[in-house]
Structure formats: C-alpha cells, structure tokens
C-alpha cells in the first residue's frame, strides 16, 4: 500500500512537471508568435512606405520625362522658327540681288542704246568695261541675262514688240534687235526679253497690201 502511494507521488509529481514544462512552451511560443506578429507588422509597414517611395519616385521621374519633352518640343519650334526666319531671310536677299541685278543690266543696255542713237561710238569700250565687271559682280547662281540677237525666237523667253521685213530668208524667225533684256533664274523667266524679230518679206505688193502683211506678221508673233 506504501508503495502504491509512493507511486502516485512520483506520478503527480511528473504531471506537476509536465504541466510546467507545458505552460512555458506555451509562454514561449506566444512571445514568438507575438514576436512574428511585430515582425510581419513592421515588415508591412516597410513595404508600404517603399511602395510609396517607389510610387513618389515614378511621379518625379513622369515630371521629369514631361519636362524634358516640353523642353524638346521647345527647342524643335525654335529651332524651325530659327530655320524659316533664315530660309525668309536667305530668299529676301536673293531676291534683293536678283532686282538689283536686274536693274544694273537695265541701266547697262539703256545707256548701250542711248549711245547707239546718238553714234556715240567712243562709249562702247566704257560699256563694255562695265559689263565685264557686271558679269564677274557676285550673281546669283543660276541667274541668266536674255540679250542675244540673231537666235531664233523663242517665245518661253522673248516677248516680239516688233516686226522687221527682212528678204533673206535665213533670218526668219530669229531676233532682230533687243529693246529689253530678259531674265531667267533657276530655270524661272522672271522677266521676258521685248525684242524685234525678223520675218520674211514675200513679193512687193501694194502700200496697202503690204501694210496688211505687216499686221498679220505682228499678229502671227503676238499670238
């Protein structure tokens, strides 16, 4: 019977243990669960403030990229602006060229005709001297005078003032005299030669048959 109970002591004995053995793992793992619990807390706070860094950092760097594209397309408009001012520019002064030398050729065949009609032979080595220098001016590229006589008509750049009767009959058609130069630049007449062309005589008739072949040479020309 003593020993029975002895037995029972021992084994409430190690109950007694268990249990407390029992109640500190349970202590223990409340800490770690509550230890996990803090730390899966501060985890998401870390998450979300780096979310929220990353998403400040993809704000700015939308601003900076809107910022650098206006600042392109600021820069592309200037740079045209700057391109088409040059371009209006570049042509104002070509065509202020273009007049001037249209001008200066003028002035050069009105005094060569002025000269002619007063046989004042002693001006053409001057005015052949100012061609020269004229023709070796800073012309345009491209710029053409229209003053030859003796060519063929050609009614893209002449314009016919003035018929001639001419009997031989190698000179139909062909220029007779240049009262006005012409101009061409690039291609483009600006400005038609006036010229007196040539046109063949055919038979003697009448004053007033000739007077109607005249009209019709002239008309033949103009049109």
């Given at each position: 019977m003593f020993g029975f109970r002895k037995l029972l002591k021992q084994i409430a004995s190690q109950l007694e243990k268990l249990d407390t053995a029992l109640d500190a793992w349970f202590q223990a793992g409340a800490r770690s669960t509550n230890e996990l619990s803090d730390g899966l807390k501060e985890l998401r706070n870390a998450?979300?403030?780096?979310?929220?860094a990353i998403e400040d950092l993809l704000d700015s760097w939308e601003e900076l990229q809107q910022e650098q594209q206006k600042e392109k397309q600021a820069l592309a408009a200037a740079l045209t602006e700057a391109a088409d001012r040059e371009r209006r520019q570049a042509t104002e002064r070509e065509n202020a060229l273009l007049r001037l030398s249209m001008a200066a050729y003028d002035q050069l065949n009105a005094l060569r005709r002025t000269a002619e009609a007063l046989?004042?032979?002693d001006w053409e080595g001057q005015l052949r001297l100012a061609e020269s220098?004229?023709?070796?001016?800073?012309l345009p590229a491209g710029f053409l005078v229209i003053h030859e006589s003796g060519v063929p008509v050609d009614y893209r750049t002449h314009e016919v003032?003035?018929?001639q009767a001419t009997e031989n009959p190698e000179r139909e058609h062909t220029v007779a005299e240049v009262h006005a130069c012409g101009y061409s630049y690039m291609g483009k007449i600006l400005r038609k030669a006036k010229i007196?062309?040539?046109?063949?005589?055919i038979g003697q008739k009448d004053s007033e048959d000739?007077?109607?072949e005249r009209k019709e040479y002239e008309h033949d020309y103009r049109n």
């Open positions: 998450t979300n403030r780096h979310d929220m046989g004042a032979t220098k004229l023709n070796e001016a800073s003032i003035e018929v007196s062309a040539y046109r063949v005589e000739n007077g109607c």
